[in-house]
């Protein structure tokens, strides 16, 4: 098995494998099981978590956003080994809640994998891998107050996860893609904002 996952069925298969080792799928041993070398698992890892199931737990997608945004600027400053405070590595969830997550996700996974692969691959270097942070950075950013409204921040995570697939098969189609997403998921967002605050 290659040292970092080449696929979101590879990205699956390792959640899984920590599922069943531990007692607590934590953050920290999720990063050791993707290799601390990959940044693309850690922007689709969380925002796979929110668009499952899972995601419906008050207060989740928050704390996600607040994990794609630590480990967006880290990607957006350079950095080759991905870091996480300690209070954060020790976050996690039951190995049943992952499996369910996990199993709910295989159809995805099977879809993108087929899909997704090496298109266009110098739009996921060198300058471009900055801008899809910054892009992960803004959509993050709109996750807590659009939490508020039911699977609103399906949205934003679905072009986060985009941008992560992007980066992890190096398909700079799919870039092109995410970009697009990011920006309609901006347009929503400020739609549901703009109704809520119309509608308070």
Known sequence: MPKDPQSVGDILDRLEEVAGKEDKVTLGK??????????????????????????GIPG???????????IAVQILIGRKHLWLPGFIERRGISPERTCK?????????????????????????????RIAAICCIVMALTVPPLELFPFAT??????????????LVRDGALMIVA????????????????SGSSGG
């Open 154 to 167: 399906t949205a934003p995570m679905a072009a986060i996860a985009a941008f992560g697939l992007a980066l």
């Open 179 to 194: 970009t697009t997403l990011s920006a309609g998921a901006v347009a929503l967002g400020v739609g549901f904002l703009g």
């Open 101 to 129: 997550a996990t199993a709910k996700l295989r159809g995805v996974a099977r879809v993108t994998d087929r899909w997704f692969h090496g298109r266009l691959p110098k739009l996921t270097q060198g300058p471009f891998i």
């Open 60 to 70: 989740l997608p928050t704390v996600l956003g607040a994990i794609i945004i630590l």
């Open 30 to 55: 999720v990063v050791e099981a993707m290799g601390s070398r990959s940044h693309g698992p850690f922007l689709v890892i969380p925002a796979l978590i929110d668009i499952s199931p899972v995601g």
